[in-house]
């Protein structure tokens, strides 16, 4: 064996078409265990599309290329067998889900991606303790899920999901109504808290969020133009993008 980890993701080549338009040109990708990557880009580049076709969304077929998850070919695997195996997506789930509080949402998807029904008060116990850690109000455990939830706190939401699921590789994209203040501040002390317990954790950070990126400091940073990677380097590019936007990126898509 080397010394070097197996890669959480390997992406090669991802060529991803939606509706007869090809989104994705072309993109490899590779993170490693403890890795955190920022994917950087204009609206429309295709970072959502990436987000959801790792997540092995039907909506999104991959015409050429590949996707490994910890050295297995996932590129056919359902978005279900990519959840038990430790891909995790967040800030996606925007969906009012009637009757269903934030703990039964929890045992569910605990359910679904380890297998173990772990009891309503064990559950508790742990979500508790969670949401001490994430400075979360206990009464949230309760409450329906995303009903009448603030911007701040669907991202606690998807914070608590994130450190109770346990995934090998999170995934967080931003959508594009963004986040005020209080969600940055949630997602960046989140993030570094469920880090402490879990640094092998894998993060793909998608945002355009200068603010997010100088809280979490990602090793690696990726421009992402027209469907392809067109420079990856460190926070310096992230800085660079701050001064100057994209387009002089724009010819090398
Ligand atoms: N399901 C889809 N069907 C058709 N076109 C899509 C679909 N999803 C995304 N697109 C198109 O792909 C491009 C990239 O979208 P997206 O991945 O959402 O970009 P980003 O997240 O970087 O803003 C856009 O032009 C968008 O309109
Ligand atoms: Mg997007």
Known sequence: MSGQPTPLFEICDLHVVADDAEILKGVDLT??????????????SGKSTLASALMGSPEYEITKGSIRFQGDDITDWSPDVRGKAGVFLAFQYPQTIAGVSVINFLRQALSARKGIDMSVLE?????????????????FADRYLNEGFSGGEKKRNEILQMAILEPQMAILDETDSGLDIDALRVVA?????????????????????????DELRPEHVHL???????????????????????EAYRGEA
């Not at 403890?34 to 994917?39: M, P, Q, R, S, Y």
């Not at 002390?189 to 997010?212: F, M, W």
């Open 31 to 44: 993170i490693l265990p403890g890795e955190v990557h920022a994917l950087m880009g204009p609206n429309g």
């Open 123 to 139: 559950l508790r116990l742990s979500i508790m303790e969670w949401m001490a850690r994430l400075d979360m109000d206990p009464a």
């Open 189 to 213: 002390s989140g993030v570094r808290e469920v880090r402490k317990d879990r640094p092998e954790l894998g993060l793909l950070l998608i945002t355009h969020y200068q603010r997010l990126l």
């Open 224 to 246: 992402l133009f027209d469907g392809r990677i067109v420079a990856s380097g460190g926070m310096e590019l992230a800085a660079q993008v701050e001064a100057e936007g994209y």
